[in-house]
């Protein structure tokens, strides 16, 4: 049996190993949240102990949902008599998505309309909506065409731990404290003996999580008191009492030795009397010392192990101020130099202004904040005897300034798409030639791709390999990252002149994540990383445009753009490479989204020649060729000379109303216009595909939109 654990973003990792160490037989990570093979004492023991979750969804239906009325007739198919009675109340949550179903609340009222349509026929009575507090809620999902009706197992939001009386202006989710914490590695630290300090504590979210953690206090025993926490009639109440009975019991023995560890101070006094009542109300209040101090006033922490957990301010309603997590960064490495520490900042400039090393980064999500969690480990390591610090060169300073000065006018757009590889730096100073590209991993670790540019021939090499090391000592400067995950492709002069130097053999693949897909990259193995980042509103252009439809990648490279296509609900895929490594990467990236069968097809071949040769009908092709090709085992190939044959074979595989996508990069490439003209509608839609991250290079490449003529 499987159902569907939600968690906010970025802890769908954490969540997925806490349901398999809960006794779930299988949690596989997806966007917000982890799909879950599990039995429903599973599922309850998930809603009584996960301390990620938001909630534990059970399935009861799906179905083909391609309008409002596939959408009631669905769910009036349902019985409802077997999950809730006439005197039960109950509630839908809607979440949809796509072109069909467009509003929640209009979805909502569908199905709430079915289900008192269906008990009214079946019992004579119909059952009451409770939106705030009803015996029943049901889950609604909508996405790609189908739709999912579930139980919500949880009866509310799960982050809700029954202890809080007071919050601050900026409430930390208790569900993402327990992330900061278990990032921490808390669990471990004080099985060691460890304290935990919280030196802008608020109103205590982290330092009580971490004492109920440490009392093995169930997260869900108080939520519902002596209730279940949902009254449907699949619910399996005796075994929830044993449940809540083994919790109890573990409990007792856990808060019979919690010890007195836990140290939190704030600069407010109203945040610490919150503290105070909250503790009080989780019954911790007598293991938490509590004081109303300045970070600058920390004293000396005197266990020699321990974990600072904190989550200092930077949302819109609280000051988010550079300075203040430098002197945070001061503080903890003056107080506790070998400690472990997890801080939850408001973006990646903020966690770099602390000074301290992360030893890993994770993006996550605060509500609708997006924040950037930093691990250290520890935080303050031994300096090597007669090293310090030195200041950057100067033109490493500039090349710092300038990164500094790009990440913050990105961020607002990253946050807004959901951007997670993007280009940090593009020769932005000529002298410093180079492209600075941050790939993020699912994980939350951070890698960077710095790829040296040709220099003029008059600059003698000497100068260009300085410009180089201040560009790198820049680099690991601003990102605070080391050298180990930062790849460095560079040229060296050989025969034929200038090219690109030997290439790293790792075999090291990261997973990345572009919109709703996961795919493979390779940073060190090859010239490019699997992963043209230019092409980013193009492949979702494409991919929005396939679903339901038949979709065609030639030249296709590692497939992402066929990877988007398929996530995004393409009914088939073609895709046609003559490099069987790249097919293999392509395979690989399918096989990471759940995605194969006989719809997605894979054809290793010279593209022009399969094309000429295939008969069959597309809606959607995307057509990125190289500028040049030479392969022993295919015609030679050139974009400038080849490009309308290639173009008319194309547009002949169209299916009416079907677009073909035409792009390279080849600087001095001239579309012949009026060869194209005699079989095609060309548009130039270049200007629309290059993101803001690309905008300093707008011809990194050009793209076209074609018809067929008289389409």
């Known amino acids: 049996m499987k159902f569907f654990a939600s968690c906010g973003k970025g802890l769908e990792y954490l969540l997925a190993d806490e349901l398999v160490a809960l006794g779930c037989a299988r949690a596989t990570a997806t966007i917000a949240g982890a799909n879950v093979e599990g039995s429903l004492l599973d599922a309850q023991r998930a809603v009584l102990w996960s301390r990620l979750a938001s909630r534990i969804l059970w399935p009861i239906s799906e179905f083909e949902c391609a309008d409002e009325h596939a959408l009631y007739a669905g769910a009036a198919a349902v019985d409802w008599t077997r999950h809730l009675s006439p005197n039960h109340t109950f509630a839908i949550d809607a979440h949809v998505s796509g072109s069909a179903i467009t509003h ?18 079946s019992t004579g009575q119909r059952p009451d909506v409770d939106v705030e507090s009803p015996d029943v809620r049901i889950n609604l999902v909508v996405r790609k065409g189908r739709a999912t009706l579930s139980i919500d197992l949880s009866g509310g939001p799960m982050h809700r731990r029954g202890w809080r009386r007071v919050q601050g202006a900026a409430p930390l989710k208790e569900t993402v404290a327990a992330a900061v914490l278990a990032r921490a590695g808390w669990a471990q ?44 009639t699949g619910f399996d109440g005796e075994a929830w009492a044993g449940l809540r009975v083994e919790a109890i019991a573990r409990e007792a023995r856990g808060r019979a030795t919690l010890r007195p560890c836990f140290h939190g101070s704030d600069v407010d006094p109203h945040a610490i009397r919150a503290a105070h009542e909250n503790a009080q109300a989780a019954g911790v209040d007598d293991a938490i010392g509590f004081s109303v101090r300045d970070i600058a006033d920390l004293a000396p922490m005197e266990n020699p192990r321990g974990v600072v957990a904190c989550n200092p301010p930077y949302d819109a309603r609280l000051a988010a101020d550079p300075a203040l997590y430098r002197a945070l960064g001061d503080a903890l490495k003056r107080v506790a130099p070998q400690w472990r520490a997890a801080l939850l900042c408001g973006d990646g400039e903020l966690a770099r202004a602390t000074g301290l090393r992360a030893k890993k980064s994770y993006q996550l999500f605060n509500g609708a904040i997006e924040c950037s969690l930093i691990a250290v480990d520890p935080i303050a390591p031994p300096q090597r005897e007669g090293i310090e610090k030195r200041a950057l060169p100067e033109g490493a300073q500039m090349v710092a300034n300038r990164l500094r000065k790009n990440l913050d006018k990105l961020a607002r757009w990253r946050q807004q798409e959901q951007v997670s590889c993007f280009r940090a730096y593009d020769a932005d100073i000529p002298e410093y030639a180079c492209a600075v590209d941050v790939y993020t991993t699912v994980e939350g670790e951070m890698w960077l791709h710095v790829q040296e540019y040709a220099a003029p021939a008059e600059i003698p090499e000497t100068t260009t390999r300085k410009r180089l090391n201040d560009l790198l000592l820049a680099v690991r400067e601003v990102f605070a990252l080391p050298r180990e995950r930062v790849a460095v492709k560079t040229r060296s002069t050989g025969k034929g002149g200038s090219k690109y130097g030997h290439f790293d053999h790792r075999g090291q693949f990261l997973t990345v994540e572009e919109g709703a897909a996961k795919l493979q990259v390779n940073l060190f193995d090859y010239l490019d990383t699997g992963l043209f980042l230019d092409h980013r509103p193009l492949r979702a252009r494409m991919a929005r445009e396939a679903r339901g439809k038949r979709f065609l990648n030639l030249f296709c490279y590692t497939g992402v753009a066929t990877v988007q296509a398929a996530v995004e609900g393409a009914a088939q895929t073609t895709s046609v490479d003559l490099s069987a490594t790249y097919l293999e990467w392509l ?42 090709s030479n392969s022993k085992r ?55 595909t290059i993101p803001p991250d690309f905008a300093r290079n707008a011809r990194i490449h050009r793209a076209w939109r074609i018809l067929a003529s008289g389409s």
Request: hydrophobic share 45%.
């Open 189 to 232: 630290a004080y099985a060691e003996g460890g304290d935990l300090l919280d030196p802008m504590c608020g109103s205590g979210t982290l330092l009580i999580e971490g004492a109920l953690m440490a009392a093995d206090v169930a997260p869900g025993l108080r939520r519902h008191g002596d209730a279940m926490p949902t009254r449907w």
């Open 587 to 628: 395979a690989d990236n399918l096989r990471g989204n759940g995605i194969g069968g006989t719809r997605h097809r894979i054809a290793q071949a010279d593209a022009l020649k399969w094309l000429e040769a295939d008969s069959g009908e597309y809606d959607v092709v995307f057509c990125d060729p190289p500028t040049f």
């Open 104 to 121: 929640a609340r209009y979805a909502a009222q569908r199905v709430k309309d079915a289900v008192v349509d269906t008990l009214r026929a």
């Open 634 to 688: 295919a015609d030679d190939f050139d974009v400038q000379r080849d490009h309308v044959r290639l173009l008319r074979a194309a547009v002949a595989r169209l299916a009416p109303g079907g677009v073909l996508y035409f792009s390279n990069n080849f600087r001095r490439f001239k579309l012949d216009e009026a060869a194209l003209a005699e079989f095609a509608q060309v548009e130039d839609i270049s200007a629309s």
